[in-house]
């Protein structure tokens, strides 16, 4: 089994950065990818980075050029650096791991908010 302790979230003004961890611990020998999803409020589960075991990431268009994910394989944790935050947003943040193609484990979530 697999736990993910996320962190880093809050309030923030437009404009700002914060800075997400999340944290992988357990029966872990190697992780393939570690992605962040945010939901918003009365909106579906949207994918906004990932990061494979290469190294190679791939970011959902509209934080291109502001987010970047990063890893850290010792410590088996992931981080996403927010820049140039704006109030669209504003979401639940869920850390994503999958160890194995087959297997998929989430974190709790930690809320962003952007105030305009």
């Known amino acids: 089994q697999v736990q993910l302790v996320e962190s880093g979230g809050g309030l923030v003004q437009a404009g700002g950065s914060l800075r997400l961890s999340c944290a992988a611990s357990?029966?872990?020998?190697?992780?393939?990818?570690m992605s962040w999803y945010r939901q918003a409020p009365g909106k579906e589960r949207e994918l906004v980075a990932v990061?494979?075991?290469?190294?190679?990431?791939n970011y959902t268009d509209s934080v291109k050029g502001r987010f970047t994910i990063s890893r850290d394989n010792a410590k088996n944790t992931v981080y996403l650096q927010m820049n140039k935050l704006k109030p669209e947003d504003t979401a639940v943040y869920y850390c994503?791991?999958?160890?194995?193609?087959?297997?998929?484990?989430w974190g709790q979530g930690t809320q962003v908010t952007v105030s305009s």
């Open positions: 994503n791991v999958r160890p194995t193609a087959l297997q998929v484990f």
């Open positions: 357990g029966s872990i020998f190697s992780i393939n990818s």
């Open positions: 990061i494979r075991s290469g190294g190679s990431t």
